[in-house]
């Protein structure tokens, strides 16, 4: 089955500095990739999402790329602000299937 | 943060009891799924239903069991037989489909005592 690797566990950056977040996947089928932000005692919430077709994609501050020859894909965050501060999640899945493979999570530290 | 819930917010179960955690929504989804989060893990997947009266065993399944009666209900049992219980639970909902947001509830956190 799909296996999701995520590095760094944790990422301690200063305010407006920038932030990279990287996961690798296993099943070279996968074709959807979302990140999912968890704030401090919340759900996590959708925050950009890529599907296979399409090597880069940005909103505002953040942005993820993928590179399907190397399995692996990266969230940017740039100008990061001490609200940024949670822990991200990776995910991947097949097409046809509703299930979304994790990886274990980022834990964002952004000091003012 | 409206359109799916999970209750009790906190649960404390003795060793070998079952307990039931629900999930509801009213965002009409017709899939549904529930997760166990610990500390360094990230989120595993136990079960989800793409349909009434359907549903299938996730990465982690043992000692879990569940059903789907209704559209907006997607309950979770935590049996005796699950060795190691204690977590944080998520329940989410989507529109069937690959492509689409997992919405998720506020969770549960067991204890067992």
């Known amino acids: 089955g799909e296996n999701v690797e995520q590095h760094p566990s944790t990422l301690s950056v200063q305010e407006g500095d920038s932030a990279v977040i990287k996961c690798t996947y296993s099943?070279?089928?996968?074709?959807?990739f979302p990140w999912y932000k968890q704030e401090l005692g919340k759900r996590p919430q959708l925050i950009i999402d890529?599907?296979?077709?399409?090597g880069e994609k940005k909103d505002q501050r953040i942005a993820v790329t993928l590179n399907k020859t190397a399995k692996h894909f990266s969230l940017h965050i740039t100008e990061t602000q001490p609200e940024d501060s949670a822990v991200y999640f990776c995910?991947?899945?097949?097409?046809?299937?509703?299930?979304?493979?994790f990886g274990t999570g980022t834990r964002l530290l952004v000091s003012p | 943060d409206g359109g799916i819930t999970q209750s009790p917010k906190y649960l404390f179960r003795k060793e070998g009891q079952n307990v039931t955690l629900s999930c509801e929504q009213n965002?009409?989804?017709?899939?549904m799924y529930w997760y166990r989060q610990d500390p360094g893990q990230g989120l595993r997947l136990i079960y989800y239903?793409?349909?009434?009266?359907?549903?299938q065993k996730g990465d982690i399944a043992e000692g879990y069991s569940v059903s789907r009666e209704k559209k907006e209900s997607f309950p979770l049992t935590v049996t005796s037989a699950q060795k190691n219980p204690t977590a944080f639970y998520l329940c989410?909902?989507?529109?069937?489909?690959?492509?689409?947001?997992?919405?998720f509830g506020p969770g549960t956190r067991l204890t067992v005592l």
């Open positions: 995910a991947a899945s097949l097409t046809g299937f509703q299930k979304l493979v």
């Open positions: 989410a909902s989507s529109i069937e489909g690959s492509y689409y947001e997992q919405f």
């Open positions: 099943d070279s089928a996968s074709n959807y």
């Open positions: 890529i599907r296979s077709n399409v």
């Open positions: 965002l009409n989804h017709d899939a």
């Open positions: 239903s793409q349909i009434v009266n359907d549903f």
